[in-house]
């Protein structure tokens, strides 16, 4: 059977693209790993010797068929009962688990330095899973089950989706069916008009959908690195509706996919970009505040947008809301984030400057290879070896409309992360100021996810300490995106907070006196927003104003680039 949406689809969805694959993994550095690996092996010959020793006796009890070996029961590639009634398939199954156990074993055994450790058991999985034996035709017993039951139709459909992936997806696996998504119809259709454009964005004003609205506006800053309208999903998730229903004037900002002759955008660009946009939601709402909310990248360019009004005694911004975004990185918050080495980045910078741009392509292939089980390994499976189509899901649909990033704002992301220019003793001179956000003194919202590999909540967590102002502080049950997407009504919602501004140095602290609500944040977001949004007011009857006609329907033309 093949693997339905729950099970390809959700796992996936739980690791999109984002701001960390911008480095990339370098070939040096898996093989710099590998010679460390042998290296220990060589100066501690014990340990190996050891695991040695422990795997050729259980390959041993394998032949004789009397090795205890299982299968971690979460894991989904052995849940066919071939695996456990069929003696070549266990003993194949069995010989793959021997080999992964040592093979971790040794690593634990051998004394390495924690980071050496952690890039060899990352190294060695990255390996081992490809050798996995549920990665082939004839060592998937589902597959083959496949292959007879459809007289070879499997196989034939497998062939030509390589074939097809060859072709247009730079071989690599599709991770979405997109034919049934149509932007503008059953994606991003939430009622609104393109009320601004620039050369680098579009802004985006969304019908209201209740007779009064907050005075005070919202300004939604999306990621450069993928497409706005993950803010507008389904409807039953748009986080766009959710604001609209509950009576907040809302505006999102439309990047537009940058090409080689964009290559000169940088941050500073952006930043310019953003005090232009705000300039027109507060004409068009004649609000002289308005309350602002950045995701991911986004929140990293909105943060340097707070530092760059603060440092103008700009108070434009009444309080905003900052998602799954890490603005002091450290190599270690992540096991990907050991490799980067300076020489990695430089190679990075170097290989966007010839180009103009660092490809969408490039950034989810970068990121694909960080999680190769859930995001590479699972299609392997279903849409070459059980000849099915990825499944249609609007996360994944969203997350491979990709987009390119501009050479310069490349450049800017791996000065951030290389240097940590965010911390207040770097004295980082941007747009002729000092970036301080000691200085950003508005009360903020704060999001992270409990599972996110892509921006880890403890290194969230470290961006309290970097604001002046007051901050609330949301750990969310899930991943990356799907710990945003997470309206009122969804069953599996659950979050942790604190009530008070008390926040513990260590974010393991913080989580020990944490209490769950088993509710959507959103709905203490709404709180929070609702606060800080000013008196109601009559909805206005139309979009945008004289000097801010409508020039198209929502979501606009840069969208489709």
């Known amino acids: 059977m093949a693997m339905n949406e729950d099970t390809i689809g959700q796992k996936a969805a739980q690791n999109t693209t984002a701001v960390n694959s911008i480095v990339g993994f370098r070939r040096s550095e898996i093989i710099k790993s590998l010679g460390l690996m042998a290296g220990y092996a060589a100066k501690q010959p014990k340990p190996f010797a050891k695991h040695i020793r422990n795997y050729a006796g259980e390959m041993l009890e394998i032949a004789k068929g009397t090795s205890e070996l299982q299968p971690d029961a979460r894991d989904r590639r052995f849940k066919d009962e071939t695996w456990a009634k069929n003696p070549l398939y266990k003993r194949g199954m069995q010989s793959w688990l021997a080999m992964r156990r040592e093979l971790n074993g040794w690593i634990e055994d051998s004394r390495m330095h924690p980071a050496d450790q952690v890039r060899a058991k990352f190294v060695t999985e990255l390996i081992v899973d490809a050798m996995a034996p549920t990665n082939t035709l004839l060592g998937n017993p589902a597959a083959m089950k496949k292959l007879y039951e459809t007289g070879g139709a499997s196989l034939f459909r497998g062939l030509k989706n390589a074939y097809d992936d060859l072709r247009n997806n730079g071989g690599m696996p599709s991770q979405v069916d997109g034919r049934p998504f149509k932007l503008g119809e059953n994606v991003a259709n939430s009622k609104g008009a393109v009320v601004f454009k620039s050369e680098m964005l579009e802004l985006i004003q969304y019908q209201p959908k209740t007779d009064q609205v907050y005075k005070i506006p919202l300004l939604i800053i999306p990621p450069q690195i993928n497409k706005f309208y993950a803010?507008?999903?389904?409807?039953?998730?748009?986080?766009?509706?959710?604001?609209?229903?509950?009576?907040?004037?809302?505006?999102?900002?439309?990047?537009?996919?940058?090409?080689?002759?964009?290559?000169?955008?940088?941050?500073?660009?952006?930043?310019?970009?953003?005090?232009?946009?705000?300039?027109?939601?507060?004409?068009?709402?004649?609000?002289?505040?308005?309350?602002?909310?950045?995701?991911?990248?986004?929140?990293?360019?909105?943060?340097?947008?707070?530092?760059?009004?603060?440092?103008?005694?700009?108070?434009?911004?009444?309080?905003?809301?900052?998602?799954?975004?890490?603005?002091?990185?450290?190599?270690?918050?992540?096991?990907?984030?050991?490799?980067?080495?300076?020489?990695?980045?430089?190679?990075?910078?170097?290989?966007?400057?010839?180009?103009?741009?660092?490809?969408?392509?490039?950034?989810?292939?970068?990121?694909?290879?960080?999680?190769?089980?859930?995001?590479?390994?699972?299609?392997?499976?279903?849409?070459?070896?059980?000849?099915?189509?990825?499944?249609?899901?609007?996360?994944?649909?969203?997350?491979?409309?990709?987009?390119?990033?501009?050479?310069?704002?490349?450049?800017?992301?791996?000065?951030?992360?290389?240097?940590?220019?965010?911390?207040?003793?770097?004295?980082?001179?941007?747009?002729?100021?000092?970036?301080?956000?000691?200085?950003?003194?508005?009360?903020?919202?704060?999001?992270?996810?409990?599972?996110?590999?892509?921006?880890?909540?403890?290194?969230?967590?470290?961006?309290?300490?970097?604001?002046?102002?007051?901050?609330?502080?949301?750990?969310?049950?899930?991943?990356?995106?799907?710990?945003?997407?997470n309206p009122p009504g969804n069953p599996k919602a659950l979050y942790f907070a604190t009530e008070g501004a008390d926040y513990p140095a260590r974010a393991d602290r913080w989580q020990e006196s944490a209490t769950p609500h088993a509710e959507s944040w959103w709905i203490r977001w709404n709180t929070f927003l609702s606060e800080r949004s000013g008196e109601m007011k009559p909805a206005p009857k139309s979009l945008g104003s004289k000097a801010y006609p409508p020039l198209a329907q929502a979501p606009g033309e840069y969208v489709f680039t």
């Not at 300490?465 to 997407?485: A, I, K």
């Open 231 to 485: 803010n507008d999903l389904a409807p039953d998730k748009s986080i766009v509706r959710f604001l609209t229903k509950c009576g907040f004037q809302v505006f999102a900002v439309s990047w537009r996919n940058p090409t080689r002759q964009h290559a000169h955008w940088g941050l500073e660009n952006y930043v310019e970009a953003l005090i232009e946009a705000t300039d027109a939601v507060k004409k068009i709402t004649r609000s002289p505040r308005l309350n602002i909310t950045g995701a991911c990248s986004g929140g990293i360019t909105m943060a340097l947008l707070l530092s760059e009004l603060a440092a103008r005694g700009d108070n434009r911004v009444n309080c905003f809301t900052l998602m799954v975004s890490v603005l002091d990185g450290k190599k270690s918050d992540s096991e990907v984030g050991l490799f980067v080495t300076d020489t990695a980045i430089e190679a990075a910078r170097k290989h966007s400057r010839k180009k103009g741009v660092l490809s969408g392509d490039e950034l989810g292939r970068s990121f694909a290879w960080m999680r190769p089980n859930d995001l590479i390994w699972n299609y392997v499976v279903n849409n070459y070896l059980m000849g099915e189509n990825p499944p249609p899901f609007d996360v994944l649909f969203w997350n491979n409309d990709s987009t390119n990033l501009p050479a310069q704002l490349h450049s800017d992301y791996l000065d951030i992360f290389q240097d940590r220019r965010f911390r207040p003793d770097k004295n980082v001179v941007f747009m002729d100021h000092i970036v301080d956000l000691s200085a950003v003194t508005q009360d903020c919202f704060m999001v992270a996810g409990v599972t996110d590999h892509i921006t880890p909540w403890k290194a969230c967590y470290r961006n309290i300490r970097l604001f002046g102002g007051e901050v609330d502080f949301v750990l969310s049950n899930s991943g990356h995106l799907q710990s945003l997407l």
